[in-house]
């Protein structure tokens, strides 16, 4: 079957019991055994409940691995996979990552001796030069958060074989629909659902597809151990969300182009970063290794940190908002918002500049965001 019908009926067959064409939401947190010391497939629902191995198995199915698991939140998957490692393991991430990701390993793994290296991973050499005999895990993000650079999967994937690492490829930008890692050669895909997988900006949650039977086995027992698993109606959502996601992301992606355009036009925008600009110094990468832009970009203000608070203020159809991926048209500022856990001398030496804006486009009709973007322009 293909993406499209996939996302529609991958573990989600109709009920055996009811012929329900929805997968139900199975609000229970025990199930009845066949007799003591044989448990049946379902024990308590921290381990398997029906309504999560739906989301698992379609989740498992769009990026093309073997095995899906989910979470409470994109970061509970993220501390469940570093707890895969040991005192002393060495984790290599790129510099350009969610700061909450960044966050958890500097502030909080730090503490628990995982060592942590940030390289620019646009360069495989940098890549390479910072393995050391206890690297166990390379983490990237791309297109990369928040200033969309690509990087080349495929080639990282070759230096983390060679480094006996894992490499951990989060895909939330993109969604499966646009970009598949682990047929690039990722052990293990991150999502947030929160984002494109949800759409709808109503629930929390995270997933972590593997394709390595070991890989997968270790994780599901730390995804039992620790528990940071989602509810069922939070993995209800998810799958309501995922019917929708391709026709979604189209959209998404349609009016990010005419957005990014508009903006590479504007004399008050001094750069955008979006991978469907014929001029984005990666475009090559971006044809061979996804299937289209995407909704996100950003861009650089000219003007003072006032200039771009008003800017802000004034749009109406933008709404100003943490997060990414729903239906609607958010917009932030990622210095003093998802990225003010990263200090500042770091962000401004990445290129996170006090006048960056990141948008996550919507599917709203593209002439209601030209006209809200042309008004926040003309007061500054």
Known sequence: MRFSTRAIHAGQDPDPVTGSVTVPVYLTSTYQQPGPGKEGKYVYSRTANPTRTALEECLASLEEGRHGLAFSSGLAATTTILLSLQKGDHVIAGDDIYGGTYRLFDQVLRKYGLQFTYVNPENPESVEKAIRKNTRLIWIETPTNPLMRIVDIRQISKISKKAHALLVVDNTFMSPYLQNPIQLGADIVVHSTTKYLGG??????????????????????????????????????????????????????????????????????????????????????????????????????????????????????????????????????????????????????LGISDNLIRVSVGIEDVEDLVQDLQRGFKII
């Open 200 to 349: 709808h900006s109503d629930l929390i949650g995270g997933a972590a597809i593997t394709k390595g039977e070991d890989v997968h086995s270790n994780l599901k027992y730390l995804q039992n151990a620790v528990g940071a698993v989602p509810g069922p109606l939070d993995c209800y959502l998810v799958l309501r969300g995922i019917k929708t996601l391709a026709v979604r992301m189209d959209r998404h992606s349609d009016n990010a182009r005419v957005v990014s355009e508009l903006l590479a036009k504007q004399p008050k925008v001094e750069k955008v970063n979006y991978p469907g600009l014929p001029d984005h110094p990666q475009r090559a990468l971006v044809k061979r290794q996804m299937r289209g832009n995407g909704g996100m970009l950003s861009f650089q203000l000219k003007g003072s940190f006032n200039q771009i608070k008003k800017f802000l203020k004034t749009l109406r159809v933008f709404t100003l908002a943490e997060s990414l991926g729903g239906v609607e048209s958010l917009i932030e500022h990622p210095a003093s918002m998802t990225h003010a856990s990263v200090p500042k001398e770091r962000r401004i030496k």
